[in-house]
C-alpha cells in the first residue's frame, strides 16, 4: 500500500539556522506533494505544495525540492524564527481526487 | 468561507458504547475526508468521499467504524462498541471548490474511551 516516511522526527536549530525535512513515497503515482504544518493544539494547514512537473518550488523562507525518480522530497526553512516552532507533516497523493497519504511528522523546534 | 466545522470537540465514552461525530465541510467543496491522529503521529487516512460517494475506505479500518455523506454535505463517521484503542483526535477536512487538492481541516474531534 501507499506509505510516506518522513525524518527526522524530531528536529532542534538555533534561531537563524537552517531546518531540512526529508520524506520518501513508495507510489510512483503520487504527483502532489503538500507539506502541512500543526502549531500544537491547532489545526494542520498547508504551507507548501509542490507537484511532479516541477523540481524545486520557493516561498520566502521555505523552499520544497522534489526527486521522482528517487521518490524523495524535502521541505527547507531557512532563517529559522521561533514561531517556526511546530510539527511538520509531508503527504504525497496521485491527483485532486485521491486520498492523501500523511507523514508521521516532525516536531521542530528553534531556540531563540 | 466559514471552515470546516466538527462536532462534538471532545466526547468521553465507555468501552462498548457507539460514538457518532458530525463534520460540516465548506460548503463549495465536493470532497470530504476523515483522519486518525494519535499524539505524536501524523494524520492516519481513514475514508474519503467525492460528493456523497465513499471512494475509500482503509483497509486497517474495523468493520466497526463507517461514515456516511447522505447528501454531499455533511458527514458523520460512527464507531461502534468502541474500544480503548480508538482513543484519538479525529479530524475531518476537505478540499474542491476551485482549491485544488488543498486539504482544510477541521478541528477535530478528541475521542476518549474509558
Known amino acids: 500500500g501507499e506509505n510516506v516516511e518522513q525524518h527526522p522526527s524530531t528536529l532542534s536549530v538555533q534561531e537563524g539556522d537552517s531546518a531540512v525535512i526529508k520524506c520518501t513515497y513508495s507510489?510512483?503515482?503520487?504527483?502532489?506533494f503538500p507539506w502541512y504544518k500543526q502549531e500544537l493544539g491547532k489545526r494542520p494547514q498547508l504551507i507548501i505544495d509542490?507537484?511532479?512537473?516541477?523540481g524545486e518550488k520557493k516561498d520566502q523562507r521555505i523552499a520544497v525540492t522534489l526527486n521522482k525518480t528517487a521518490k524523495h522530497f524535502s521541505l527547507h526553512i531557512t532563517e529559522t524564527q521561533p514561531e517556526d516552532s511546530a510539527v511538520y507533516f509531508c503527504?504525497?497523493?496521485?491527483?485532486?481526487?485521491?486520498?492523501?497519504?500523511f507523514g508521521p511528522g516532525t516536531s521542530l523546534s528553534v531556540i531563540p | 468561507d466559514t471552515g470546516v466545522s466538527q462536532d462534538p470537540r471532545h466526547k468521553i465514552t465507555k468501552r462498548g458504547q457507539n460514538v457518532t461525530f458530525r463534520c460540516d465541510p465548506i460548503?463549495?467543496?465536493?470532497?470530504l475526508y476523515w483522519y486518525r491522529q494519535t499524539l505524536g503521529q501524523g494524520p492516519e487516512f481513514l475514508t474519503y468521499?467525492?460528493?456523497?460517494?465513499?471512494?475509500?475506505k482503509s483497509r486497517l479500518l474495523s468493520d466497526r467504524f463507517s461514515a456516511e455523506r447522505p447528501k454531499g454535505s455533511f458527514s458523520t463517521l460512527e464507531i461502534q462498541r468502541t474500544e480503548q484503542g480508538d482513543s484519538a483526535m479525529y479530524l475531518c477536512?476537505?478540499?474542491?471548490?476551485?482549491?485544488?487538492?488543498?486539504?482544510?481541516f477541521g478541528s477535530g474531534t478528541q475521542l476518549s474511551v474509558l
Open positions: 477536512a476537505s478540499s474542491g471548490g476551485g482549491k485544488g487538492e488543498k486539504l482544510f
Open positions: 507510489d510512483s503515482a503520487s504527483n502532489y
Open positions: 509542490i507537484r511532479s512537473n516541477v
Open positions: 503527504a504525497a497523493t496521485r491527483t485532486s481526487y485521491d486520498k492523501v497519504i
Open positions: 460548503s463549495e467543496h465536493n470532497r
Open positions: 468521499f467525492q460528493n456523497e460517494a465513499q471512494l475509500e
